[in-house]
């Protein structure tokens, strides 16, 4: 069976539309990205033990402060990130900084603001290598939690 000719003006369609769906599918993929929600987040109070924190709880923004300076704009500071990780000793640290985290706004690299949380900014912002690293220096550390 053999097809008929499409005319040059409905191949030009024709393309126009599968750019557009293209367009849309990768819009719905971002967006679903960062409408994840932290799966922890009703439970973070119950989860975090006081006597486990090895910071004062005002430091913990101080922390979160640095994750969001070293992710906004273009590139992203790794070793800044790693610093802070570094310095989570407890599971208790990580729900602290989570918390302390929140969700915050950030504008990317072509002026347009969107709001994450810790989880989805370090999911986002490093590389599958990179993450690991994170986890990796977590484990060093004696947290069992992961990113």
């Given at each position: 069976m053999k097809l008929p000719k499409m005319s040059p003006v409905v191949a030009r369609y024709a393309v126009q539309i599968s750019i557009a769906l293209a367009v849309i599918v990768l819009v719905w993929i971002i967006y679903r990205r960062f409408r994840k929600t932290d799966e922890r987040k009703d439970t973070l109070d119950a989860d975090i033990k006081t006597d486990?924190?090895?910071?004062?709880e005002s430091y913990y923004f101080v922390l979160a402060d640095k994750i969001?300076?070293?992710?906004?704009?273009?590139?992203?500071?790794?070793?800044l990130i790693y610093s802070v990780m570094q310095q989570m000793k407890t599971d208790s640290d990580v729900l602290q900084l989570i918390k302390a985290f929140g969700k915050r706004s950030f504008l990317n690299g072509f002026g347009v603001a969107w709001k994450a949380t810790l989880t989805e900014v370090l999911n986002y912002e490093l590389s599958a290598k990179k993450l690991a690293r994170v986890n990796e220096i977590l484990a060093e550390n004696g947290v069992s939690m992961k990113f």
């Open positions: 486990k924190l090895t910071h004062l969001q300076t070293a992710a906004e704009g273009f590139g992203t500071d790794e070793e």
